[in-house]
């Protein structure tokens, strides 16, 4: 017979996850959070993961957010285990992927009089939460009355948190209070329905469900983009979806309309721009103003592109709409007005207003575009054994359907360079773009993927998350691929640090492998340090193999960014 926590409050908040469709958990070892323990385990409508570090449970659980578009759960015990969640945070706030952060806390009457383990938890997030709540205690409630007061409130709270994570997509925060004793259980679950109010077509309903603008406001925007010779419409990250590919494909029969994507747009097509900087960086100030488009139409996460960026923020567009229905951020200086609902909604309505407009705009990027392509194919395949022709090798190697994670720094800004099957769906953490959870975050995501996931890294990227490997969920058809060049090697690439005097304090070199870890944690281990080698060990990397796999591939330190700078000298 199940175990469930006696904890009221602790009943309160699971059975209330549950109602909410929050079917995984992710729990991080600790004694204050026992009772949430005790219940997540216990119920059958609740599978829970078990991961120790907490940098890693988080980033494993937004991986998992990441490809279910559902929340996913994290608890974890009082103190400085709560802050270990905060990377992973801001990435899921800034990337709109919805998780439910729950943190065991002590009482009120418990916090900063010298007890062990315990810190201010409340607010700790404030900056980068969607919606926080510190909930009340129920210990030391002997009136019936009260205690129902207590859990009514606190239901209140716990729906609303749950209700934004679901609706805005982006995680919330609930901090609840437990007091010794921890562990006590009871062999049945608690009925709430006299505390819980909970209305069919309320607040839940009014989040997930879109509203159609008004055909008066669109009509004057359509008057504009009709009257337009020059549009550019810019993706950013974005989830895949066949009817936005369908969308798009569409919008590209339009002469005057140029769509430029990333690989991590997931959407493609031949009249596609889809390598930004290789076709950009060589152009001068006249290139950019022959370029310069009237609208700029965006949508979609964060850009990767820097050039990009600088290019719109200086040779800024009459008109920029931004549509998303969370929310609209001035990336480019110049936004005039937000859509607020999604870009399927929004094309779905905006198609039938709009008409295609005589122009010779797209023309000039697909030129531009094909000319670029063929200095590309040329220097890469003359190019010696480097970063750019490892990654050349690599992506052009994967198999169909794969569910690429790629790594930040030096690996996303090179997999702009080449063309990737456009059956393999991307990803990477572009919300907060950093380095310290990709490994993890990839293991979430093959959790809960159909088909192989491949993560593409680099060195400093996997040893920074190595942890991650302490998991006991990892596929068997599970492959990483690192790109180990003894250090941060974009610093090379970006001005300044190579000038500098300090240059080892940014690239932080190294003679570091992952052939330790792969033996501790049973992975196949695989190396290359040619081409030769390369191709050889590719042939059959991805093959069922009985057991994870990974191929560290060491290529030369110092020459990877004369390599780069000539290439995209070459394009000029």
Known sequence: MPKYPKKKLAQLLMQACIDHGIEQVVISPGSRNAPLTLGFVNHPGIKAYSIVDERCAAFFALGMAQQSRKPVALLCTSGSALLNYYPAIAEAYYSKIPLVVISADRPRHLI?????????????????????????????INDEVHMTQILSNNAIEIDKALQIATGSMGPVHINIPFDEPLYETVDHLYDFDSIRVREESGPVDSLLKEMPLPLSELEKFAAIWNGSERKMVLIGSNFPDELLQTQMEHLSKDPSVIILTETTSNVTHKNFIHKIDQLIFPLDNEGFEELKPEILLTFGGMIVSKKIKQFLRKFRPKEHWHVDSHGAMDTYLSLTHHFGISAQLFFSQFFFLTENRKSSYQKQWLLLKEDRHIKHEKFVENAVYSDLKVLDKVLS????????????????????????????????????????????????????????????????????????????????????????????????????????????????????????????????????????????????????????????????????????????????
């Open 397 to 572: 190697s994967l198999p169909q359907n794969t569910r690429l994670q790629l790594s930040n720094s030096s690996i996303i800004r090179y997999a702009q360079l080449f063309n990737i099957d456009p059956s393999i769906k991307v990803f990477c953490n572009r919300g907060a773009s950093g380095i310290d959870g990709s490994t993890s975050t990839a293991l979430g995501a093959a959790l809960l993927q159909k088909g192989q996931t491949v993560l593409i890294t680099g060195d400093i990227s996997f040893l920074y998350d190595s942890n991650a490997l302490w998991n006991s969920y990892i596929p068997d058809d599970f492959r990483i691929i690192i790109i180990n060049n003894s250090g941060g090697g974009i610093f090379r690439f970006i001005p300044g640090p190579k000038s500098s005097d300090a240059l080892d304090f940014f690239e932080t070199p190294h003679n570091l492998d992952a052939s330790a870890l792969c033996t501790m944690y049973d992975f196949e281990y695989h190396t290359a340090e040619n081409e030769k080698e390369l191709e050889f060990q590719l042939k059959d990397f991805y093959a069922a193999s009985g057991k994870p796999a990974l191929l560290e591939i060491f290529t030369p330190r110092e020459s990877n960014d004369q390599i780069l700078g000539a290439y995209f000298k070459g394009l000029k």
């Open 112 to 140: 900063d009089i010298g007890d062990g383990q315990t810190i201010r938890q409340a607010g700790a997030f404030s900056n980068h939460i969607s919606y926080e709540t510190n909930l009340e205690s129920e210990d030391g």
